[in-house]
């Protein structure tokens, strides 16, 4: 029954994170795109050979104009303080210039440590709750491995005001992470 409880929680976190950037980003700003009409691309400020469908497709993410344009994209939830607007983060947390190769190998050691510590220190302790915090964490490491090793960035869409731009994988893992401070620190005393 513990195996089951983990598994579902992992595919659960895994499937919410990667499917909500899935939906956001392609269905956001393809609406985006065909209601904007593109009139930034028309007459004078043309761009050549750069058509705007090839400006809302998902393959021509790197462009530095399309950053500019797909920012304009956002949908305000409570005024400007919660917003939902599209990022690619192609560092490491808290924007630190990492990237490349480098962030790559890093990401994956780190994921490596994380599952080695969990499976030979935190998973004989038998303690459901940790591991159904070390879960939350697995599932958003993985989600966000994922993401850097094969697209070389992570998609972000909840924006919060003087915080951060952030996906569901940073929620999980400051869930996790919160739960496994409060179980290991604040119960013992």
Known sequence: ????????????????????????????????????????????????????????????????????????????????????????????AFSLPIEGIPLKIITILLITGIILYYLLTEYPKNIRLLDIWYSLILAGALSHGYERVFNGFVVDFISIKYFAILN???IFITIGACFIFFVYYVRKQ
């Open 1 to 92: 029954m513990r195996h089951i409880l983990l598994v579902f929680i992992f595919i659960f976190c895994i499937s919410i994170d990667l499917g909500s950037k899935y939906y956001f980003e392609n269905s956001f700003v393809n609406d985006y795109c065909k209601y904007e009409e593109w009139k930034h691309l028309s007459g004078e400020q043309s761009l050549g050979w750069l058509s705007p469908t090839l400006f809302c497709s998902p393959d021509y993410k790197n462009g530095e104009i399309l950053e500019s344009y797909r920012n304009e994209a956002q949908v305000s939830l409570i005024w400007d303080y919660f917003v939902l607007k599209l990022s690619y983060n192609r560092w490491i």
């Open 168 to 170: 569901f994988a940073d």
